[in-house]
């Protein structure tokens, strides 16, 4: 009994031996790029490069976000993703919704998704002349409205397949009972 014991303490310490370094290799990278944000260029470019004994500095924050405004573009890009998720998400959800529960005549429930993933299997950079167009067309070159109507459209046929999924594994009874 005491042999079975010493054994497993035994395994656990050999599996920390190689955990830990697979740890450390595995976080290297993520403590390198950490690190060479806060350097000076002197200790960017040195060789050997200080891994541990440098002097930290913001200055590389402060020249993204204030003198070449990348706070601007960031939140640009967080209120283009949040709403064209959301604008994805209810359009797909009452797709999906339709699709599995509605019966359309001719089978054109099944047609229909195909159809909508197979839009998904394009290539999106067939799209890109067609979308200029378009968007030059109806004066939205250059804006946030633009950005939101691509992804939306690029990302329902994905919100739809995968709600479809969703609505056909939940029971009937469940609805109606609710």
């Known amino acids: 009994m005491r042999s079975r014991l010493g054994h497993k303490k035994a395994q656990k ?35 050997p490069p200080p891994w541990f004994g440098f002097t930290p500095t913001l ?22 993703s949040v709403v064209s998720t959301i604008c994805a998400l209810v359009i797909g959800t009452l797709a999906a919704y339709a699709l599995t529960r509605f019966e359309f005549p001719w089978r054109l429930n099944r047609h229909l998704s195909l159809w909508i993933l197979s839009t998904r299997m394009f290539p ?20 946030r409205a633009s950005l ?9 046929p994905f919100v739809v397949w995968m709600m479809r999924g969703f609505f056909a594994d939940l029971p009937r009874d469940l609805e109606e009972a609710a």
């Open 13 to 47: 310490w050999v599996r920390y031996i190689f955990l830990i370094p697979a740890l450390l290799f595995a976080l290297a990278p993520v403590y390198w790029m950490l690190t060479i944000s806060l350097k000076s260029e002197v200790d960017q470019f040195a060789t």
């Open 124 to 143: 999106a950079i067939v799209t890109v002349v067609p979308l200029f167009l378009m968007m030059r067309d109806l004066r939205l070159l250059n804006t």
């Open 59 to 80: 200055d590389h924050y402060y020249d993204a976000f204030v003198a070449r405004s990348f706070g601007d573009y960031l939140l640009t890009s967080a209120i283009v």
């Open 148 to 156: 939101i109507i691509v992804y939306t459209a690029f990302n329902l």
